[in-house]
């Protein structure tokens, strides 16, 4: 094991199904030092949906002497404003790394099931609905949402690249596509919120 782990959110789902609707600067310290502390964690994956959010828990992260799993998770973000908020972040991520912090920057998180154009549903609750309810036959008929995410994985690396000069994943859970043609497979390795890494080329 590489290191020991956990997953802190900053809130993720969008409008009243926020997850976390009560944010402090100094609940956010607090917390890091109880998971550097007293959780004796060497990294943190901070997940989450807005960018300043992010930005405030790396910094104290990285104070706390953790290893910062920056983690965008935009849930429901309409399709054309995804490559600009995942530039923003970047450059975010870039901030903390530049401060001398070990920062991986994780460019999104099962993105065919939780944000649009992918596979069938207005919302994350529609696309998860119609996968708990699928048959074989309608997980067979993915061909062509596996080309478009490999496709749009490779935009979100290009861009992510431009801004953010450290370590690149993606975070893909079991019901995730199983191939991805831009992703490059790596050792596998327990990290933050158990996600295997691997690096976008």
Same mark, same amino acid.
């Given at each position: ?44 994956? #901070? ?8 930005? #405030? ?119 995730? #596509? ?24």
């Amino acid at each position: 094991m590489r290191a020991r782990g956990i997953n802190y959110d900053t809130g993720f789902l969008p409008g009243e199904e926020l997850s976390r609707k009560s944010f402090t600067p100094e609940t956010v310290r607090h917390d890091m030092a109880v998971i550097s502390g007293d959780l004796h964690c060497d990294a943190v994956r #901070i997940s989450g949906r807005e960018p300043e959010r992010l930005s #405030i828990a790396a910094r104290h992260a990285a104070a706390a002497g953790l290893e910062v799993w920056f983690a965008p998770f935009p849930v429901d973000l309409p399709r054309d404003q995804l490559l600009p908020f995942f530039a923003d972040c970047a450059a975010r991520a870039e901030a903390v790394r530049e401060t001398g912090a070990d920062v991986v920057f994780v460019a999104g998180c099962e993105i065919s099931a939780f944000c649009g154009g992918f596979l069938p549903g207005e919302t994350y609750g529609d696309r998860m609905r119609a996968m708990a309810a699928a048959d074989m036959e309608w997980w067979s008929s993915l061909g062509p949402v596996q080309e478009r995410l490999n496709a749009f994985l490779s935009q979100i690396a290009a861009t992510v690249r431009t801004h953010f000069g450290g370590q690149v994943t993606y975070a893909s859970g079991p019901l995730g #596509i199983r191939r991805l043609g831009c992703v490059r497979p790596r050792r596998h390795r327990r990290l933050p919120g158990r996600l295997q890494r691997r690096q976008l080329l």
